[in-house]
C-alpha cells in the first residue's frame, strides 16, 4: 500500500530537548516536505526536499532542520524545541517527474512543547 | 503579497444539494491549482488537480473549474453526502516556486 509514515503520532517534550519526527515513503516520490498546521493560519511549509540531499527552505523555516540521506527518508529536527512550535506536524511527498504534483499526505504527529 | 482565500465560515447545506467552495487568490500565476479534503486531526488527501489552461475539471461527484481572468476556483460536490463533511483545501503552485500555498480551507457539514 502506497504511504507515507509518521513517527510519532504524538509527542510531548519540554522546552531545549531536541526531538526528531521521523517520515518515511515507500512510492519512491523525489519530493517530500515538511508542514506545520495551526488554527487560523492553514497549512504552511517548513521545508522541502527534491531530491537525495537537496533540501530548501520553506515560509516557515526557523527553529527546524531536515536532511535527506535517503530517498524515503526525511526526517525533522527540531534542535531546541519552544512552546511556538507547538503545533500539527504533516510530511507529504510527491512525484514531480510525472508532471503532477499530487501531495501524499501523512497522518500527522501532534507536538506539544511545554 | 500572495493571497489564497477561503471562504472562513463553515457552509452548511442539505443532504442531496450542491455543495459549492469557493477559492480566490491575489499576486498569484499559479500553473496549477489543487484540491484536497481534511478530516480533523488527520492529513490532507488529493482530490482534484486542474491546470491553469484547463477550465473544468470533473471526477465522479466533484467538478472543479478554473478562471485565471477572476482569480478564482469553484469547487462543486453534486448530490452531497454527511461523509462528504470536512475540510476542504485550495493550493496554489506555480511560477517555478516549489512551495505549494495552502488556503486556510472551508468547512463543509452535510446535513441529513
Known amino acids: 500500500e502506497a504511504q507515507v509514515t509518521q513517527n510519532p503520532r504524538y509527542l510531548i517534550t519540554v522546552t531545549g530537548k531536541k526531538l526528531t519526527v521521523t517520515c518515511s515513503q515507500n512510492m519512491n516520490h523525489e519530493y517530500m516536505s515538511w508542514y506545520r498546521q495551526d488554527p487560523g493560519l492553514g497549512l504552511r511549509q517548513i521545508y522541502y526536499?527534491?531530491?537525495?540531499?537537496?533540501?530548501d527552505k520553506g515560509d516557515v523555516p526557523e527553529g527546524y532542520k531536515v536532511s535527506r540521506k535517503e530517498k524515503r527518508n526525511f526526517p525533522l529536527i527540531l534542535e531546541s524545541p519552544s512552546p511556538n512550535q507547538t503545533s500539527l506536524y504533516f510530511c507529504?511527498?510527491?512525484?514531480?517527474?510525472?508532471?503532477?504534483?499530487?501531495?501524499?499526505f501523512g497522518p500527522g504527529t501532534r507536538l506539544t512543547v511545554l | 503579497s500572495q493571497k489564497i482565500e477561503q471562504n472562513s465560515e463553515a457552509l452548511n447545506i442539505q443532504e442531496g444539494k450542491t455543495a459549492t467552495l469557493t477559492c480566490n487568490y491575489t499576486n498569484y500565476s499559479p500553473a496549477y491549482l489543487q484540491w484536497y479534503r481534511q478530516d480533523p486531526g488527520r492529513g490532507p488527501v488529493f482530490l482534484l488537480l486542474?491546470?491553469?489552461?484547463?477550465k473544468e475539471k470533473r471526477k465522479e461527484r466533484l467538478k472543479v473549474t478554473f478562471d485565471t481572468t477572476l482569480k478564482q476556483s469553484l469547487f462543486h460536490i453534486t448530490a452531497s453526502q454527511p461523509a462528504d463533511s470536512a475540510t476542504y483545501l485550495c493550493a496554489l503552485e506555480g511560477g517555478g516556486s516549489y512551495i505549494p500555498t495552502f488556503g486556510r480551507g472551508t468547512s463543509l457539514i452535510v446535513h441529513p
Open positions: 507529504a511527498s510527491s512525484s514531480r517527474l510525472a508532471g503532477e504534483d499530487t501531495q501524499y
Open positions: 526536499s527534491m531530491n537525495v540531499e537537496v533540501t
Open positions: 486542474i491546470r491553469e489552461n484547463e
